[in-house]
């Protein structure tokens, strides 16, 4: 009746009571009291519960769950790291996993990302809460293999799911499957006894028994190693090309050589000029003139390990980042390169400033190796090669200087291009020239007339993306939808890979009028566009047609403004990234995304590139702790518009942009 309506919307509003609407139907609970955490509650551990799945469900600390107040992303992926997992694909709320009971132990929990544990975050006690206000997440299903402890980030003690692994029986086998997990390319020796420090006896593992063809240590025969103590963790020392500098030995001159990465010579198995021209701008040259191959019939030492098989695309900034193994098996003989000389030229950029459009619109003044071209008898066939050079179709061309004066130190001049050259080298040009600051040859570059890559009904957050990939009005279709071809369209989009694949219309439901599919793609695309596929009605699915979706994980940044591959200012998705709390520890995860062995500084101010008021930068403060593999886990805020106050606009907002210089 009227009178219990009027009672219950009044103990709804109250903040003695939380309200559950549930099939129709108010449930009232009231508060329960909550003490400050003891030290036996800092130490209970964290659980999910509600689904037959270990990877989600309802978080439970102590047995005891946790209220959605407040609950998002980076909660989630601190509860998820809690439980051995990498991350969290999502959060969920509203007691996703059915009903809890309603002694919460904590409530608006605000977690900065960092924290080991969701204790550690500030949060309230968990009043105010019902039992259909439980907070959950879906953990990323792998749990997380890490080597703690060691020199650097090739070695260490090995900790499964945030536990360690026991040494009873652990042997080079084991240890080459824990590294290729790790990304290595197998293992140098497997370690015991604790060797890089005592671990906690809670051990995830012992008497592990891989074959050495398994893709996961959880895929070996193993036990729960209850019986191991501190001293008996297992670790290893993997075969770390990472770490390893590069050098050329046995050359007539310092630009030619045979290749090492560390003490490991290079096997020429596989080995061609697109692998020869990164080994090169490694070693700080333009690029690779020739690759070469010497027979090892002479010099073949009985099992000498070498790395080989090198899958080089030829844009990579490292060998590192290049699929390769490392064994002994070389069929061929010792890789070899003849690098272009100091003075070569071949690395061509585009140069920005105040009066030129923002960096990936493809327009700016020509320059290679950081010197203008002249733009005497420049033409569209010129612009057109410069711009395929640059992973455009083609473009037009622009005199005078256009996007701003350049200096007056020309690297070439009457440049007579055909239009069919694969780079301006190709082309008859003199290499000096009489020209002035005025006088820069400069491109527009073609943005417009290929379909526009994106994804439609997921979410975008902090290092994260997800929903169903569309090329231009067209979805992709889920039939032949693989790991391999999400993992470039996510690089593809900005970020470092995918997580996962998705197949049906997850992100919500696709026109099937006309989808693309049967995509391939070389691997040095820059847009999907540029792959083969088919787009019609026709999609070979059986059963309904369904969309193609994935999650996409971590940035991927890149270098712009540099003289060298390994310096410049740094941008995420053509965004450059504001320099506020810049420093060296975020200088170093982002020169190790890129694949170099070190940082020699962090650089402010941009640098490399101007960049006016008003900029709008990807991220800001960013504050990685400097163990982290990618931008996208250090904390950070997302898109950051430089602006000026209304009274103070001489040079606020201006050239902000965070940049870096990387070592080998």
Same mark, same amino acid.
């Given at each position: 009746?009227?009178?219990?309506?009027?009672?219950? +919307?009044?103990?709804?509003?109250?903040?003695?009571? @939380?309200?559950? /609407?549930?099939?129709?139907?108010?449930?009232?609970?009231?508060?329960?009291?909550?003490?400050?955490? &003891?030290?036996?509650?800092?130490?209970?551990?964290?659980?999910?519960?509600?689904?037959?799945?270990?990877?989600? *469900?309802?978080?439970?600390?102590?047995?005891?769950? #946790?209220?959605?107040?407040?609950?998002?992303?980076?909660?989630?992926?601190? &509860?998820?790291?809690?439980?051995?997992?990498?991350?969290?694909?999502?959060?969920?709320?509203?007691?996703?996993?059915?009903?809890?009971?309603?002694?919460?132990?904590?409530?608006?929990?605000?977690?900065?990302? =960092?924290? !080991?544990? +969701?204790?550690?975050?500030?949060?309230?006690?968990?009043?105010?809460?019902? @039992?259909?206000?439980?907070?959950?997440?879906?953990?990323?299903?792998?749990?997380?293999?890490?080597?703690?402890?060691?020199?650097?980030?090739?070695?260490?003690?090995?900790?499964?799911?945030?536990?360690?692994?026991?040494?009873?029986?652990?042997?080079?086998?084991?240890?080459?499957?824990?590294?290729?997990?790790?990304?290595?390319?197998?293992?140098?020796?497997?370690?015991?006894? @604790?060797?890089?420090?005592? #671990?906690?006896?809670?051990?995830?593992?012992?008497? #592990?028994?891989?074959?050495?063809?398994?893709?996961?240590?959880?895929?070996?025969?193993?036990?729960?190693?209850?019986?191991?103590?501190?001293?008996?963790?297992?670790?290893?020392?993997?075969?770390?090309?990472?770490?390893?500098?590069?050098?050329?030995?046995?050359?007539?001159?310092?630009?030619?050589?045979?290749?090492?990465?560390?003490?490991?010579?290079?096997?020429?198995?596989?080995?061609?000029?697109?692998?020869?021209?990164?080994?090169?701008?490694?070693?700080?040259?333009?690029?690779?003139?020739?690759?070469?191959?010497? !027979?090892?019939?002479?010099?073949?030492?009985?099992?000498?390990?070498?790395?080989?098989?090198?899958?080089?695309?030829?844009?990579?900034?490292?060998?590192?980042?290049?699929?390769?193994?490392?064994?002994?098996?070389?069929?061929?003989?010792?890789?070899?390169?003849?690098?272009?000389?100091?003075?070569?030229?071949?690395?061509?950029?585009?140069?920005?400033?105040?009066?030129?459009?923002?960096?990936?619109?493809?327009?700016?003044?020509?320059?290679?190796?950081?010197?203008?071209?002249?733009? !005497?008898?420049? !033409?569209?066939?010129?612009?057109?090669?410069?711009?395929?050079?640059?992973?455009?179709?083609?473009?037009?061309?622009?005199?005078?200087?256009?996007?701003?004066?350049?200096?007056?130190?020309?690297?070439?001049?009457?440049?007579?291009?055909?239009?069919?050259?694969?780079?301006?080298?190709?082309?008859?040009?003199?290499?000096?020239?009489?020209? +002035?600051?005025?006088?820069?040859?400069?491109? &527009?570059?073609?943005?417009?007339?290929?379909?526009?890559?994106?994804?439609?009904?997921?979410?975008?957050?902090?290092?994260?993306?997800?929903?169903?990939?569309?090329?231009?009005?067209?979805?992709?279709?889920?039939?032949?939808?693989?790991?391999? &071809?999400?993992?470039?369209?996510?690089?593809?989009?900005? /970020?470092?890979?995918?997580?996962?694949? +998705?197949?049906?219309?997850?992100?919500?439901?696709?026109?099937?009028?006309?989808?693309? /599919?049967?995509?391939?793609?070389?691997?040095?695309?820059?847009?999907?566009?540029?792959?083969?596929?088919?787009?019609?009605?026709?999609?070979?699915?059986?059963?309904?047609?369904?969309?193609?979706?994935?999650?996409?994980?971590?940035?991927?940044?890149?270098?712009?403004?540099?003289?060298?591959?390994?310096?410049?200012?740094?941008?995420?998705?053509?965004?450059?990234?504001?320099?506020?709390?810049?420093?060296?520890?975020?200088?170093?995860?982002?020169?190790?995304?890129?694949?170099?062995?070190?940082?020699?500084?962090?650089?402010?101010?941009?640098?490399?590139?101007?960049?006016?008021?008003?900029?709008?930068?990807?991220?800001?403060?960013?504050?990685?702790?400097?163990?982290?593999?990618?931008? *996208?886990?250090?904390?950070?805020?997302?898109?950051?518009?430089?602006?000026?106050?209304?009274?103070?606009?001489?040079?606020?907002?201006?050239? =902000?942009?965070?940049?870096?210089?990387?070592? /080998?």
């Amino acid at each position: 009746d009227q009178s219990r309506m009027t009672l219950a +919307l009044f103990l709804l509003e109250t903040t003695l009571f @939380s309200g559950c /609407y549930v099939a129709g139907q108010l449930t009232l609970t009231t508060n329960k009291p909550h003490s400050l955490l &003891t030290d036996s509650e800092q130490g209970k551990e964290v659980s999910l519960i509600g689904s037959s799945i270990a990877s989600e *469900g309802n978080v439970h600390i102590g047995n005891l769950p #946790v209220c959605d107040d407040d609950w998002d992303l980076v909660d989630a992926n601190v &509860t998820c790291r809690m439980l051995g997992f990498p991350g969290a694909i999502s959060w969920t709320f509203g007691s996703e996993f059915g009903n809890v009971p309603e002694n919460f132990l904590m409530s608006h929990v605000n977690c900065s990302g =960092h924290e !080991d544990s +969701l204790l550690d975050c500030p949060h309230r006690d968990g009043e105010d809460c019902g @039992s259909c206000m439980a907070a959950g997440v879906v953990c990323e299903s792998e749990y997380k293999l890490e080597l703690r402890g060691g020199s650097g980030l090739h070695n260490g003690n090995l900790f499964f799911g945030n536990r360690p692994i026991c040494d009873n029986n652990w042997d080079i086998k084991d240890a080459n499957v824990a590294c290729m997990m790790l990304g290595f390319h197998g293992a140098y020796r497997a370690t015991i006894s @604790s060797e890089f420090g005592a #671990v906690p006896e809670n051990f995830m593992m012992g008497n #592990v028994g891989c074959l050495g063809n398994e893709s996961s240590i959880k895929d070996c025969p193993h036990n729960d190693g209850g019986a191991c103590r501190a001293s008996d963790g297992a670790g290893a020392v993997c075969l770390d090309t990472i770490g390893y500098s590069i050098s050329l030995k046995e050359g007539k001159a310092a630009h030619r050589g045979h290749v090492f990465i560390g003490n490991f010579p290079v096997c020429s198995d596989g080995w061609d000029l697109r692998d020869a021209s990164v080994a090169c701008r490694m070693l700080g040259y333009s690029g690779a003139e020739r690759s070469f191959e010497h !027979d090892l019939e002479c010099d073949r030492t009985s099992d000498s390990l070498m790395i080989t098989d090198f899958g080089c695309s030829g844009i990579e900034h490292s060998l590192q980042t290049c699929p390769h193994v490392v064994n002994n098996t070389c069929e061929g003989g010792r890789a070899g390169v003849i690098c272009y000389p100091a003075d070569s030229i071949l690395n061509i950029s585009l140069s920005y400033n105040e009066k030129a459009s923002p960096h990936g619109s493809g327009q700016g003044n020509v320059f290679f190796n950081g010197r203008p071209v002249c733009d !005497d008898e420049w !033409d569209n066939n010129d612009a057109k090669v410069a711009c395929k050079m640059l992973g455009y179709s083609g473009g037009t061309a622009t005199i005078r200087s256009k996007f701003g004066n350049v200096p007056e130190n020309f690297i070439m001049d009457n440049v007579k291009c055909l239009g069919t050259e694969a780079s301006l080298l190709e082309c008859p040009h003199f290499s000096m020239g009489d020209c +002035l600051e005025h006088e820069g040859a400069g491109v &527009t570059c073609s943005t417009t007339g290929l379909p526009v890559l994106r994804l439609v009904g997921g979410t975008v957050t902090q290092g994260a993306a997800s929903g169903n990939v569309y090329l231009g009005d067209s979805p992709v279709c889920a039939s032949g939808w693989d790991m391999k &071809t999400a993992n470039l369209t996510c690089m593809m989009l900005g /970020y470092a890979g995918a997580s996962r694949t +998705l197949h049906h219309s997850l992100f919500g439901e696709v026109q099937t009028s006309s989808m693309v /599919y049967d995509i391939k793609c070389r691997g040095d695309e820059r847009g999907l566009a540029e792959c083969s596929y088919k787009e019609d009605g026709n999609c070979p699915a059986v059963g309904p047609a369904k969309g193609a979706g994935l999650v996409c994980l971590g940035y991927r940044v890149e270098l712009r403004g540099g003289s060298t591959a390994r310096e410049g200012d740094l941008y995420i998705t053509n965004q450059p990234v504001f320099d506020i709390n810049w420093g060296i520890e975020d200088a170093k995860v982002t020169c190790q995304m890129l694949g170099f062995t070190g940082v020699e500084r962090a650089t402010s101010g941009s640098t490399f590139v101007s960049q006016p008021a008003r900029t709008m930068y990807k991220a800001h403060n960013v504050q990685c702790s400097g163990t982290e593999t990618n931008l *996208g886990d250090c904390i950070h805020s997302l898109n950051y518009q430089s602006t000026c106050g209304q009274y103070w606009c001489n040079n606020c907002g201006i050239n =902000h942009g965070a940049g870096v210089v990387c070592s /080998y």
